[in-house]
């Protein structure tokens, strides 16, 4: 089955300054790869999502990457801010169905 | 619009005790459903999934249950539960692609 690796667990930037949160995946049928982020104590929420079709997708401040032969896909996040502090959590899945989640990287954006 | 409710939000049970989560949907049909379960400070891992009504798949083996009696109504269940089954459950759904999270569960066993 599915196996999704994420990285860093922690990440802490200064405010203003850039994350980058990388993840890998091991099933080749993967073709649907969100982002979701989970404020403390809340449920995941949806951020930014990208098809195996497409190689980058940007959003505002958020972008994310696929490269599909590496089989790994990243979120970047420019012009942090205290509000992006929160778990993010990459996953991936076969058409949205059945999504494998990754560990989750906890950023603290330090103003 | 699709909306996705799922109750209690917080519950504190003995262990031995019984569990009943319940999760439904609005505003769209035939929907995938799924539970995972969330240990603290760590991922989200699944636990069962439902293409429809009857129809439940387990990914681990464990102490819980799970059963859609009606197209837009999963719910979870334990006969017995285990300290080891604290954590926080969340119900979530899907169309095609993307999931919907509930407000989740926080359960405690003690």
């Known amino acids: 089955g599915e196996n999704v690796e994420q990285h860093p667990s922690t990440l802490s930037v200064q405010e203003g300054d850039s994350a980058v949160i990388k993840c890998t995946y091991s099933d080749s049928a993967s073709n649907y790869f969100p982002w979701y982020k989970q404020e403390l104590g809340k449920r995941p929420q949806l951020i930014i999502d990208i098809r195996s079709n497409v190689g980058e997708k940007k959003d505002q401040r958020i972008a994310v990457t696929l490269n599909k032969t590496a089989k790994h896909f990243s979120l970047h996040i420019t012009e942090t801010q205290p509000e992006d502090s929160a778990v993010y959590f990459c996953a991936a899945s076969e058409g949205g169905f059945k999504t494998i989640f990754g560990a989750g990287t906890r950023l603290f954006v330090k103003a | 619009s699709q909306t996705i409710h799922q109750w209690p939000a917080t519950l504190v049970q003995p262990v031995g005790s019984p569990l009943s989560l319940e999760c439904t949907v609005e505003g769209t049909s035939n929907p995938n459903l799924y539970w995972y379960r969330q240990a603290a400070g760590r991922g989200l891992q699944l636990l069962f999934y439902?293409?429809?009504?009857?129809?439940i798949s387990s990914e681990v083996p464990q102490n819980l249950s799970a059963s859609r009696p009606q197209d837009r109504q999963f719910i979870l269940s334990s006969k017995k539960l285990l300290l080891s089954d604290s954590g926080f459950y969340l119900c979530?759904?899907?169309?095609?692609?993307?999931?919907?999270f509930g407000s989740g569960t926080r359960l405690t066993v003690v």
């Open positions: 439902s293409v429809g009504i009857g129809q």
């Open positions: 979530a759904w899907s169309v095609n692609p993307g999931y919907t």
